[in-house]
């Protein structure tokens, strides 16, 4: 991008960073808005502690969908990943100890593989494959379970507190996030992913294995949400759930778009959504504060998604992709 | 298979081709779920068994008829669920005021809902299961918020009577329902409309290039289909005599299921609403005989995520050109 007048190093630098992410200027009005309106509550450390919470439990479901959605397609099964994986944690523990943790991951990548082989094979848009695995999960939950929450015990270690205020799954996301971002933005694999997502024919036509690429993206897809679901089970209740709640597939998915990963491919990635959960960790938490009733705050989510979803795709709309 | 020659005009799916597998699968399908629950349990094509069924299969008739019109277009549908559950609100909520003019009420609030979902997808770009995705969770949020989550029940006896008149030993809403699939079959293989609205599913490009106003199809169907939701909610309403917002449930797998069970592709143009009957009767039969069992919903929701997924890759023509990306 061309400047004709050059500005200082300081402010262009900053100036190319709201411009690159537009989102951070959401981010501050919203700490504005809230800090004016709601002092006290919002600037205290309950609160902060709170949105760092949420921020956790946002960020370890949105990771690895925001990878497949770099390329353009879709992975609504990290709910469905981490609802049978409790469950199957409540079975396997007294069995065979902590080693039972391992069912997240390895749940996770072989979900991932389904869904990538069945995506690319079968050539079924990825979005109504996930859900129905989502389904099917949450089917064999419940199945599983009895229908009744289990509580698992013995794995409060994860979530035992290191410092104060500052929740431990928060430590941990971040060697999560930080590998996804080096393998989105350091590695061939993620250069690959890129190159796919901007233009799916053109890496075809330029020798690369598109199916192979795709169902590894899934597989990595799903094996982040494996590894963000052993934190998350603990830091969710340390129990095997039962309730489906479509706002929880919903919520992750606003964040990745509000941070500007587009559904058409190409542009945004695991680096992106940090800001995009960021945002709607601070909307939410100062939604929850204002006297609005819980039923308003879930609308005005569904249209935080729409509007955002329309701001993402102007200009950003790939020729030749026909987005169905 | 052969591979189809990518230069052929794109023609719709009619009566009076030769048979394929995707056309006679699902009537195999059909017989098998039938015979296989009638062996079970003797008295699931009993006269009551039968009603049962059939109270059961057609507000998901109407449901499914609008949302395989949206995926023969190549497009999906979120919202189906959502604006059900909305219009069957609007009518219990306000029949004391309106009485029955409360149905064209609920069914403009309906096909209002369709615009949007048509506008923000034609018009302003946005993936169809994205925008109808936001659309359905603000609807449900209106819903959440107009019932305050409780129960509403309707003891109008006109309002009732719509659905639960037993014509020639079936209730009328069987009627309804059929009348409603015949009318989407018609328009769908026998008018300009219909066969534009197969032209865009097939390649979108090359509607748009045969001067086919690709956009105002994709919201005139996008309409349909929410209207089409609406009047199920309607009849479903009217049906059951009461609301809650558990209705509907997790329907949006199953009507998915039914669709494509039926033969429709989920890359457009192929299939259409003649097929869906026999999904839908797959569909709900299955989901009553493994209630008849005494099999739970959750188990339900495992075979038919499953069938989704199966019946998905059984409907897409390899043939096909991939001139649609894969999303």
Redesign the interface.
């Known amino acids: 991008v061309n400047h004709s007048n050059t500005r200082r190093s300081g402010l262009h630098g900053a100036w190319e960073a709201v411009k690159n992410y537009p989102v951070i200027l959401i981010v501050i009005g919203l700490l504005l808005i809230f800090s004016v309106l709601y002092t006290k509550r919002f600037l205290s450390p309950v609160n902060l502690t709170a949105t760092l919470r949420q921020f956790v439990t946002l960020m370890l479901f949105s990771i690895g969908p925001s990878i497949v959605m770099l390329l ?3 992975d609504l099964s990290f709910i469905g990943i981490w609802m049978l994986g409790s469950v199957l944690l409540w079975m396997l523990t007294p069995v065979i100890g902590p080693v039972a943790l391992l069912v997240f991951p390895l749940l996770g990548l072989a979900t991932g593989a389904i869904a990538g082989l ?3 094979k ?8 996930t ?10 939950t ?2 599983l379970s009895g ?1 009744y929450p289990r509580k698992v015990t013995g794995y409060g270690f994860i979530t035992a507190s290191v410092l104060p205020r500052v929740p431990t799954p928060f430590l941990w996301s971040i060697p999560i996030v930080v590998a996804a971002i080096i393998v989105v933005l350091r590695t061939r694999l993620g250069i690959t992913f890129w190159a796919i997502g901007s233009n ?1 024919e053109g890496a075809r036509l330029a020798g690369i294995d598109v199916d192979r690429y795709k169902t590894i993206a899934f597989m990595l897809s799903g094996t982040f949400t494996g590894i963000g679901s052993i934190i998350l089970f603990e830091h969710l209740g340390g129990s095997a759930p039962v309730d ?1 709640n ?2 929880n597939v ?1 919520r992750p ?1 606003v964040a990745i ?1 509000l941070g500007g990963t587009p ?2 491919g190409g542009t945004g990635g695991p680096h992106r959504t940090i800001l995009g959960v960021l945002t709607f960790s601070i909307l939410y938490r100062g939604l929850n504060l204002s006297p609005l ?1 819980p ?2 705050i ?2 005005v ?3 935080v ?2 509007l955002s ?2 701001i993402n ?1 102007r200009g950003t ?1 790939v020729k030749g ?4 | 298979m052969t591979q189809s020659d990518p230069f052929a005009s794109p023609t719709p799916a009619r009566f009076g081709r030769p048979l394929k597998t995707t056309t006679i699968m699902p009537l195999v399908t059909v017989v098998v779920v039938i015979g296989f629950f009638q062996v079970l349990n003797p008295s699931f094509l009993s006269y009551h068994g039968v009603v049962t069924i059939v109270y059961a299969m057609s507000y998901f008739l109407i449901a499914a008829c609008g949302l395989t019109l949206v995926i023969m277009m190549g497009s999906f549908d979120f919202s189906v669920v959502s604006v059900m559950k909305l219009s069957a609100l609007l009518c219990v909520l306000n029949i004391g005021k309106l009485g029955l003019l409360v149905i064209p009420f609920a069914l403009a609030v309906s096909a209002a809902i369709g615009f949007i979902n048509g506008v923000l997808f034609a018009k302003l770009k946005v993936p169809s299961f994205i925008a109808t995705l936001g659309v359905s969770v603000v609807c449900d949020g209106i819903s959440l918020l107009a019932s305050r989550g409780f129960l509403h029940l309707v003891d109008d006896e006109k309002f009732r009577s719509i659905s639960v008149t037993f014509i020639a030993g079936l209730p009328s809403i069987f009627y309804w329902a059929l009348g409603i699939w015949l009318l989407c079959t018609v328009v769908s293989s026998a008018t300009p409309f219909g066969r534009r609205v197969f032209a865009i599913g097939g390649n979108p490009r090359a509607a748009a290039l045969s001067s086919i106003s690709v956009d105002r199809h994709r919201i005139r169907v996008f309409v349909l289909s929410s209207f089409l939701a609406g009047l199920a909610g309607v009849l479903y309403v009217s049906q059951q005599g009461g609301w809650s917002m558990e209705m509907g449930g997790q329907m949006m797998i199953p009507l998915f299921a039914s669709v494509v069970a039926g033969g429709t592709s989920l890359r457009g143009g192929i299939g259409g609403p003649q097929k869906t009957l026999l999904g839908v009767i797959i569909i709900t039969w299955m989901q009553s005989g493994l209630l008849m069992m005494g099999l739970g919903r959750e188990i339900q929701f495992v075979i038919l995520g499953i069938i989704a997924i199966i019946m998905s890759v059984a409907t897409i023509e390899r043939g096909k050109a991939t001139h649609l990306m894969v999303k």
């Open positions: 353009g397609s879709m069945v995506h690319t079968g050539r079924i848009p990825s979005f109504i494959l859900l129905s695995i989502l389904i099917t999960y949450w089917g064999l419940v199945v229908g799916e489906f479509m706002n919903v998915l778009i559904l058409v009733r039923e308003v879930d609308l989510v569904g249209i998604l729409i979803v329309i795709s709309r992709v026909d987005i169905t």
